[in-house]
């Protein structure tokens, strides 16, 4: 049973912009924090931006200023609006339900110089 499917990534020069979606089954998004995470090839994931249920959120230092995260309750969507894309951003991006090991399958964003 499928419960987070990401969408979005993609390939983009530095200093553009893309958009990721991950959208969730109701039961699960509703009442959680959700997370997004990425990998680089060779590292670890870390988590790059959470939002609360009440919508406040938290950035990676590396993305402040940059990434946006927001979410649709009525969609049961979270967003990643990551803008000013540089080629370290490159990673497979997933997003998580907070306090649970739900995952989505992750979504590849590769960024060129």
């Known amino acids: 049973q499928v419960q987070l499917v990401e969408s979005g990534g993609g390939l983009v020069q530095a200093g553009g912009s893309l958009r990721l979606s991950c959208a969730a089954s109701?039961?699960?998004?509703?009442?959680?924090?959700m997370d997004w995470y990425r990998q680089a090839p060779g590292k670890q994931r870390e988590r790059v931006a959470t939002?609360?249920?009440?919508?406040?959120?938290n950035y990676a230092d590396s993305v402040k200023g940059r990434f946006t995260i927001s979410r649709d309750n009525a969609k049961n969507t979270v967003y990643l609006q990551m803008n000013s894309l540089k080629p370290e951003d490159k990673a497979v991006y997933y997003c998580?339900?907070?306090?649970?090991?739900?995952w989505g399958q992750g979504t590849q964003v590769t960024v060129s110089y």
């Open positions: 998580k339900v907070q306090g649970t090991n739900i």
């Open positions: 109701r039961s699960i998004f509703i009442g959680n924090p």
């Open positions: 939002i609360t249920i009440a919508g406040s959120t």
